[in-house]
């Protein structure tokens, strides 16, 4: 039986590749209603190995420790039914094998082969960008994208995913204008391609345009009013643009009602909201009490060691509201992960991981000095965290604040010109107020608001 991709699969009943068909259409749009079909497709073909070897891969994608022993259990319900398995499927089942054994970089290369017998295979495309994303291997998803663009025509039915994919990896590669007109092509071919529409918010939060931003999202929620927490992520970025426009009041209002709107402790979500509120604090704003619920969170996450990308964003939380015991557990941890720890999450736990970390708790506690040293030192590798230029960004603000704080005037411009150059001249007002208080600090005039220490 093939599937809607026009894969052979080893599927024989056609409820089951319903389902699989579902699933993996659910994975491209990132759709809410993803694992109840994966459910239903497992339970009628349990033995069906690429089934068996996605759940598995999903469950890491999901970077919580608690979630791992799930995904061994999917591996092991894979390799019973390995050889009945096809040659396409059994490559899902190795990626799986060999990103619990620690290798995701050895996941994405089987993966790879996948599309090099089969371009066509969506679900292995997505997977692909999706575990190059964590890895922040933006130039590893563009050409892995690029290299099977040719191979699908317009009614295959992963096209438009497959252009939302290629615009992310364009914008994350400084492409923006090839970006926002790949970006508008994919979800004006696929209208639920949530990240092709996020593709293009990209594009306007690097390049400094909020207003155009906003027109771009306005009246398109449903593009992502049928996701799964992905939907958090683009409430988060209109909050961003409105935040650069000083509509602080917005900026709340999308937090409380849409960004935090269900306090779960998934990492994507607590990077969304300590993020936005360190943004906001930066700018001088008053959080009241928000940092409460996600530094509760985040001290319970400290021990988890799954993504140092999570890890930071917990430490931003606990940073923020002054848990100094979590914070410190949670820095130490991050340390002995980088000595005693050979695997591929060990290794980015010792380089950006532990300057990182350090800079953010020197940041707490208002050592300034001291954090601007060690967010320098880690600045030039952060891209190894993973997550988008955007995401990252709070870690260049925060960089950039501490270094005026220490004053370090000559070397905070330097990092704002080479942050303009990589958006392609663009300037949000955050850069702008930051040239001003360097400006003041040499004896000139402002003409913008200064942000608060």
């Given at each position: 039986?093939?599937?809607?991709?026009?894969?052979?699969?080893?599927?024989?009943?056609?409820?089951?590749?319903?389902?699989?068909?579902a699933v993996q259409m659910g994975v491209l749009a990132h759709a809410a209603a993803t694992p109840t079909h994966l459910a239903a497709l497992l339970t009628a073909a349990p033995g069906f190995a690429l089934g068996q070897a996605s759940k598995g891969?999903?469950?890491?994608?999901?970077?919580?420790?608690?979630?791992?022993?799930?995904?061994?259990?999917?591996?092991?319900?894979?390799?019973?039914?390995?050889?009945?398995?096809?040659?396409?499927?059994?490559?899902?089942?190795?990626?799986?094998?060999?990103?619990?054994?620690?290798?995701?970089?050895?996941?994405?290369?089987?993966?790879?082969?996948?599309?090099?017998?089969?371009?066509?295979?969506?679900?292995?495309?997505?997977?692909?960008?999706?575990?190059?994303?964590?890895?922040?291997?933006?130039?590893?998803?563009?050409?892995?994208?690029?290299?099977?663009?040719?191979?699908?025509?317009?009614?295959?039915?992963?096209?438009?995913?497959?252009?939302?994919?290629?615009?992310?990896?364009?914008?994350?590669?400084?492409?923006?204008?090839?970006?926002?007109?790949?970006?508008?092509?994919?979800?004006?071919?696929?209208?639920?391609?949530?990240?092709?529409?996020?593709?293009?918010?990209?594009?306007?939060?690097?390049?400094?345009?909020?207003?155009?931003?906003?027109?771009?999202?306005?009246?398109?929620?449903?593009?992502?009013?049928?996701?799964?927490?992905?939907?958090?992520?683009?409430?988060?970025?209109?909050?961003?643009?409105?935040?650069?426009?000083?509509?602080?009041?917005?900026?709340?209002?999308?937090?409380?009602?849409?960004?935090?709107?269900?306090?779960?402790?998934?990492?994507?979500?607590?990077?969304?909201?300590?993020?936005?509120?360190?943004?906001?604090?930066?700018?001088?704003?008053?959080?009241?009490?928000?940092?409460?619920?996600?530094?509760?969170?985040?001290?319970?996450?400290?021990?988890?060691?799954?993504?140092?990308?999570?890890?930071?964003?917990?430490?931003?939380?606990?940073?923020?509201?002054?848990?100094?015991?979590?914070?410190?557990?949670?820095?130490?941890?991050?340390?002995?992960?980088?000595?005693?720890?050979?695997?591929?999450?060990?290794?980015?736990?010792?380089?950006?991981?532990?300057?990182?970390?350090?800079?953010?708790?020197?940041?707490?506690?208002?050592?300034?000095?001291?954090?601007?040293?060690?967010?320098?030192?880690?600045?030039?590798?952060?891209?190894?965290?993973?997550?988008?230029?955007?995401?990252?960004?709070?870690?260049?603000?925060?960089?950039?604040?501490?270094?005026?704080?220490?004053?370090?005037?000559?070397?905070?411009?330097?990092?704002?010109?080479?942050?303009?150059?990589?958006?392609?001249?663009?300037?949000?007002?955050?850069?702008?107020?930051?040239?001003?208080?360097?400006?003041?600090?040499?004896?000139?005039?402002?003409?913008?608001?200064?942000?608060?220490?």
């Amino acid at each position: 039986m093939q599937d809607i991709f026009g894969q052979d699969t080893s599927l024989t009943d056609a409820a089951a590749l319903h389902d699989w068909n579902a699933v993996q259409m659910g994975v491209l749009a990132h759709a809410a209603a993803t694992p109840t079909h994966l459910a239903a497709l497992l339970t009628a073909a349990p033995g069906f190995a690429l089934g068996q070897a996605s759940k598995g891969i999903f469950y890491i994608l999901m970077g919580r420790s608690e979630l791992m022993p799930t995904a061994h259990e999917a591996m092991a319900a894979a390799k019973a039914h390995y050889e009945t398995a096809l040659p396409r499927e059994r490559l899902y089942v190795d990626a799986l094998e060999t990103w619990l054994a620690g290798r995701p970089s050895g996941a994405i290369a089987k993966l790879e082969q996948v599309l090099r017998s089969h371009p066509e295979d969506a679900l292995a495309m997505k997977l692909s960008h999706s575990i190059r994303f964590t890895l922040g291997d933006s130039a590893g998803m563009r050409r892995s994208v690029e290299r099977i663009l040719p191979a699908y025509g317009t009614d295959h039915a992963g096209h438009g995913y497959l252009l939302g994919c290629h615009a992310f990896s364009l914008e994350e590669t400084g492409s923006y204008e090839k970006a926002e007109n790949v970006g508008r092509q994919a979800l004006w071919t696929a209208p639920d391609d949530a990240w092709g529409l996020h593709a293009v918010a990209h594009v306007h939060e690097m390049t400094g345009n909020a207003q155009s931003g906003l027109d771009w999202l306005d009246g398109r929620d449903a593009a992502w009013s049928h996701c799964n927490n992905f939907r958090y992520h683009v409430w988060w970025h209109k909050a961003l643009m409105h935040l650069d426009m000083g509509q602080i009041e917005q900026v709340f209002d999308l937090y409380d009602r849409e960004i935090r709107k269900d306090k779960t402790d998934d990492y994507r979500d607590i990077s969304n909201a300590t993020s936005l509120l360190m943004r906001l604090e930066l700018n001088g704003a008053n959080v009241g009490d928000r940092w409460e619920e996600l530094s509760e969170l985040s001290a319970n996450r400290t021990e988890d060691g799954s993504l140092i990308f999570a890890d930071l964003h917990y430490l931003l939380a606990l940073a923020g509201h002054n848990r100094k015991d979590a914070t410190t557990r949670l820095v130490q941890r991050i340390h002995a992960d980088a000595q005693t720890r050979t695997d591929e999450a060990g290794q980015r736990m010792a380089n950006p991981g532990c300057a990182a970390a350090l800079g953010l708790e020197a940041f707490g506690e208002g050592n300034f000095a001291s954090a601007f040293a060690n967010l320098v030192q880690a600045r030039e590798t952060l891209w190894m965290a993973g997550g988008s230029h955007a995401q990252r960004d709070i870690f260049e603000r925060m960089t950039i604040d501490s270094g005026l704080r220490a004053g370090q005037l000559d070397a905070v411009e330097a990092i704002l010109n080479d942050r303009q150059a990589k958006c392609g001249g663009g300037e949000g007002n955050y850069a702008i107020a930051r040239r001003e208080v360097i400006a003041i600090g040499r004896g000139g005039a402002a003409t913008h608001s200064v942000p608060a220490e």
